[in-house]
């Protein structure tokens, strides 16, 4: 049984976060994803705590961070500084589907890999360029990073403290859905269109656009009617103002997360928990009052116990140490071990099911920048042991 997208190739050039993420969910489900690199500039995400424990309980020298991003890829060192690197990557272009690339705009046309110089090699090249601002636009050469996209998008102002102050948030929303997700995406609709009318294209992803894009209620709430978003916790109804859709503290200090959003969830809540709450009663801040009173009066797991099953939207408000632990986690299979050269590490697992071609682990992440390049020089390419040799001595691979 083979991956959905078994048969597609795809040469990733991308390091650290937005690229390899997007890149490893596709080679999870069968794409042959080769990951470029140079041993002279590595990927960073290789030194970033924390380090996978070797078999003897050791830190290794790798970060866990690189391993989740980059199993189930080949990699390759080569050098595109380099005219005999720019030709071994051409020839890599000719028989791929898909090139992946993540530099400010203007750094692929002096490398020489752009999409107009890679469009002669293969027309039907897919061509994914991941940026922070997008390729035009007034901040297209700017630096940055997750936090100066949500800045720009919006995002960043949404969520605030009880002072009403912005927030850092807790995920990297531009770099992993931005960048990752909205790259996957294109590069599968590009791939269909393909099918459809022989040529590839250019797909431009800026994690600015694609974080701007997450908010349909907000800035959608202003489009529609001028009248600003306030993002004031008491104000907002998903975000403090409904007192059935809330996080409560419990008695053993732990937290519950209550979704009671709908009348028929809420009125099955305010039921279970024996709570004399009159039909169309107005104060807000009494009824959530009420709740936080109720909710303080058993432990977290008691209460689950009382509610999980009982249509009133209670689950556990986990802290991260105790997800991997759920019933329901593990029943996904959300939490899996890969096998690595130092030695079982655990890992996210694969959060789309497949019925008929499901992914599957292949390879962990390659410990050696390059790991894979002779088998890929060789089998893919036809170059021949003594050339393989040339280009080592040239500092090509």
């Given at each position: 049984m083979t991956g959905p997208l078994e048969g597609i190739r795809i040469l990733d050039t991308t390091s650290l976060f937005p690229g390899p993420y997007g890149m490893r969910l596709l080679a999870d489900y069968g794409a042959e994803v080769i990951k470029i690199e140079y041993k002279g500039k590595p990927d960073l995400a290789r030194y970033l705590p924390p380090f996978v424990k070797r078999k003897d309980g050791k830190n290794g020298r790798w970060s866990f961070f690189y391993h989740f991003l980059n199993r189930n890829k080949k990699n390759l060192s080569l050098n595109l500084r380099k005219p005999e690197g720019l030709e071994v990557f051409k020839r890599l272009v000719k028989k791929s589907d898909v090139i992946v690339v993540q530099f400010r705009?203007?750094?692929?046309?002096?490398?020489?890999?752009?999409?107009?110089?890679?469009?002669?090699?293969?027309?039907?090249?897919?061509?994914?360029?991941?940026?922070?601002?997008?390729?035009?636009?007034p901040y297209k050469f700017y630096p940055g990073h997750d936090l100066n996209y949500i800045g720009v998008a919006g995002v960043g102002s949404v969520t605030r403290n009880e002072k009403n102050e912005p927030m850092l948030p807790g995920l990297q929303l531009a770099d992993m859905v931005g960048g990752g997700l909205y790259s996957v995406i294109a590069i599968l609709m590009a791939i269909i269109s393909r099918e459809n009318t022989g040529k590839g294209q250019f797909l431009d992803i800026s994690m600015m656009d694609g974080a701007l894009s997450l908010l349909p209620m907000p800035l959608g709430q202003y489009l529609a009617g001028g009248e600003e978003w306030k993002p004031i916790l008491k104000e907002m109804t998903l975000c403090g103002a409904t007192p059935s859709y809330q996080i409560f503290e419990t008695k053993d200090n732990k937290y519950v997360a209550v979704g009671a959003l709908e009348p028929k969830f809420h009125n099955k809540l305010y039921k279970e928990l024996d709570l004399d709450i009159k039909v169309g009663e107005s104060s807000q801040a009494s009824i959530k009052e009420k709740l936080a009173e109720k909710f303080k009066l058993k432990t977290r797991d008691q209460w689950i116990e009382l509610l999980i099953d009982k249509d009133a939207c209670v689950t556990p408000l986990y802290e991260i140490k105790e997800v991997p632990n759920d019933p329901q986690v593990k029943a996904r299979g959300l939490i899996i071990e890969v096998e690595t050269e130092e030695g079982p590490v655990k890992q996210i697992g694969f959060p789309m099911k497949f019925s008929e071609t499901k992914p599957e682990i292949r390879y962990g992440a390659a410990m050696r920048v390059g790991q894979d390049s002779k088998e890929i020089l060789k089998e893919l390419l036809d170059y021949n042991d003594e050339e393989i040799k040339g280009l080592k001595k040239n500092k090509v691979i």
């Open positions: 705009p203007g750094v692929v046309e002096k490398l020489g890999i752009d999409y107009e110089s890679m469009k002669k090699v293969n027309p039907k090249i897919v061509y994914c360029s991941i940026t922070g601002y997008g390729e035009y636009g």
